[in-house]
């Protein structure tokens, strides 16, 4: 078991009631950490030798170790204590480069050891065998001084022992009736008791606490039963108090009930007589309040009207005001508009007299300048003039010739009504347009003269001339 944990039993350890303080052999610095905290085999490890300490690889050792956290290490070489940088001289926690010669001897727990031993047969002051469990927590500050000066297993002893020579001290002055005042009891003189004994070896005591004092069973069933007996007579007087105390509430509580009754009754009665005068203060209020807010209502109602027929008054003289004012404006503006207009039209007439007087003399003289022209170069370009005409001639012909919907025909053939196609109908019908178009312009040309209006010859057809225009 101890081998595959990392451990080895202990040897020579025997357990002992309570808590027993060991010193274990492990295999290697490492499993330091393994056994911090736990309790193998009911043992209580202070302090761990290791039987390896470098770390190695390959099977070869390596230059460096690793302390585990918790502990103090103890580092020798050659058998011989190396002194480290810690207050106690040991080494502290963590990476270390150490030589393959250096070792570390021993990991001392810098936890704190809780120690808990009961003390049998303690004699106290009035002779009576009890048994007391304490609880004692300390501390080793001076890992050199504990290992080479005490060692966990003297250690324990002399813990049983001091605690034990205490407790009997202290049990032979207390009567057993007063025992239990150990629970809680001020222990600080006896931890600095233990501590002058404890000290030089590097051990510190903090607490001191008894955990359970235990008395012979027939006494306890006696100081029980005398606890309750004292309990049952405290509780039977509280209970007769407590049954005295009910009655006379539950008297006085029926008196104040009937009290409050009377005075509930009396209360309704006056809150009768006090809600009917209310009520008759609330309707007379209701009344002239009626009464005032219809003389009000017919009030508002008349000043309404009023204000309504006066302002119907305004708005109707206002529109009537506005009416007249608009037919005023608008005759007005007709007016002018009139006379602007006539001024306008008389100006133009005026203008256009003025333009066709001055159109008529430039005409004139660019009719008498061209004639002028064309009779001094009627000679010369005689010649032209008529190649002109020819070549005009010619192109009608082409046009008339390249047109295929005009038909030619000879004068014979018109005379003797042999139209190719069938062209008499349209003969016939020209014919009858060109009646119609001459009765036109007859009636066109007795218009005119009607309205002593020029006339003009345009396209075939009369056509009437405005005199604005000749």
């Known amino acids: 078991m101890g081998n595959g944990s990392g451990w080895q039993s202990p040897v020579n350890a025997v357990p002992k009631d309570g808590t027993t303080l060991v010193e274990l052999v492990i295999q290697h610095v490492r499993d330091g950490h393994k056994i911090a905290g736990m309790q193998p085999e009911d043992f209580t490890p202070v302090s761990l030798v290791p039987l390896k300490s470098a770390s190695s690889c390959c099977c070869c050792p390596l230059c460096w170790v690793s302390i585990p956290s918790g502990f103090a290490a103890v580092v020798s070489r050659f058998g011989k204590d190396i002194p480290g940088k810690e207050p106690d001289g040991t080494w502290s926690p963590g990476f270390h480069c150490f030589w393959p010669w250096y070792s570390v001897n021993r990991l001392v727990s810098r936890q704190l050891i809780i120690f808990d031993t009961p003390v049998k047969d303690c004699k106290t002051k009035d002779n009576i065998t009890v048994n007391i469990d304490v609880l004692i927590v300390l501390e080793v500050v001076k890992a050199d001084a504990f290992i080479y000066g005490l ?39 006896w931890v600095s008791d233990m501590n002058k004994n404890f000290e030089p070896f590097g051990v510190v005591i903090h607490h001191f606490t008894v955990r359970n004092v235990q008395i012979p069973g027939d006494m306890a069933k006696d100081f029980e039963d005398k606890t309750l007996y004292e309990s049952k007579t405290i509780e039977k007087q509280v209970q007769q108090e407590s049954d005295r105390l009910a009655l006379n509430n539950e008297e006085a509580r029926q008196k104040l009930k009937e009290e409050c009754e009377n005075n509930r009754m009396a209360a309704e009665e006056t809150a009768v ?12 209020v209701i009344a002239s309040t009626e009464k005032e807010m219809g003389i009000l209502e017919a009030q508002r109602l008349a ?16 529109d009537a005001e506005i009416l007249s004012t608009e037919r005023k404006n608008k005759a007005q503006v007709e007016a002018e508009v009139n006379i602007l207009e006539a001024e306008a039209e008389a100006f133009e007439a005026k203008r256009k007299a003025a333009a066709r007087m001055e159109a008529s003399q430039k005409i004139a003289i660019g009719k008498k300048a061209v004639a002028e022209a064309e009779g001094e170069a009627a000679t010369a370009f005689a010649a032209r003039r008529h190649q002109e005409q020819e070549m005009a001639r010619m192109d009608i012909l082409d046009k008339l010739a390249t047109n295929k919907k005009i038909q030619i025909a000879t004068s014979l053939e018109n005379n003797m009504g042999l139209a190719p196609d069938n062209s008499l109908v349209s003969q016939v019908a020209q014919q009858g347009l060109e009646a119609f178009r001459m009765k036109l312009a007859e009636m066109t040309a007795s218009s005119v003269t009607q309205l002593q209006m020029g006339k003009t010859l345009a396209g075939g057809l009369v056509r009437p001339v405005p005199q604005q225009m000749m």
């Open 273 to 284: 007589t006090t809600k009917a005068q209310i009520v008759k203060e609330v309707r007379e």
């Open 303 to 318: 000043e309404v009207a009023d204000l309504q027929a006066t302002a119907e008054l305004e708005v109707a003289k206002i």
């Open 151 to 189: 060692g966990p297993e003297k250690l324990d002893s002399l813990l049983r022992a001091s605690q034990e020579e205490v407790l009997r001290q202290v049990a032979f002055q207390i009567p057993v009736e007063n025992i239990y005042d150990l629970h809680g009891h001020d222990t600080q003189n």
